[in-house]
């Protein structure tokens, strides 16, 4: 079974045999396989009037608000992996949607704490279930133990990647 970045590849040995471009075999493949797919995720997120990056505060806040407390921004950011600029746009975005309150939190006044509203609750539970379906759909190709496998290999490729960022 070719693919386009066989192709590729192809093409550079033949004009370029003294180099060795198999790692654009991995990256070449992980490359487009991330635009492919965010596409299709998008898709998504669209059907539930969301963003991804608002996807993903929702649904910070839905697996990580366990006593129903909230989150505080810089939660947010850290479990988001974003400048606090960013999330405060997306906060913003998601206030106006009513899917979040933001509100001062009475043990520390300069501290403000996220959490869902019930709308919000809807939404995320609404495009979570949507999600893993999407998600199920892109990876329909590989088996169980072939996922496995591939997620034991990329674990291995972003923890030295993030060890070096």
């Known amino acids: 079974m070719e693919d386009s970045v066989d192709r590729v590849i192809a093409q550079w040995a033949r ?56 989150l505080t921004a810089g939660q947010l950011a850290d479990s988001a992996m974003v400048t606090s600029g960013a999330i405060t746009n997306r906060l913003d975005r998601l206030l106006a949607k009513d899917l979040i309150t933001r509100e001062t939190d009475p043990h520390s006044r300069r501290t403000i704490r996220v959490a869902l509203t019930p709308h919000g609750h809807e939404v995320i539970d609404a495009a979570l279930l949507d999600h893993v379906a999407n998600e199920e759909r892109l990876l329909r190709a590989m088996t169980a133990r072939q996922r496995e496998q591939l997620a034991g290999l990329l674990r291995v490729l972003l923890h030295d990647n993030e060890d070096q960022a």
């Open 15 to 70: 004009v370029r045999p003294d180099i060795d471009v198999s790692p654009m075999g991995v990256l070449g493949r992980l490359s487009r396989l991330t635009r492919l797919f965010e596409r299709e995720l998008q898709r998504v997120f669209t059907r539930h009037g969301l963003h991804p990056g608002e996807f993903d505060l929702l649904a910070t806040l839905r697996r990580a608000d366990v006593d129903g407390r909230g």
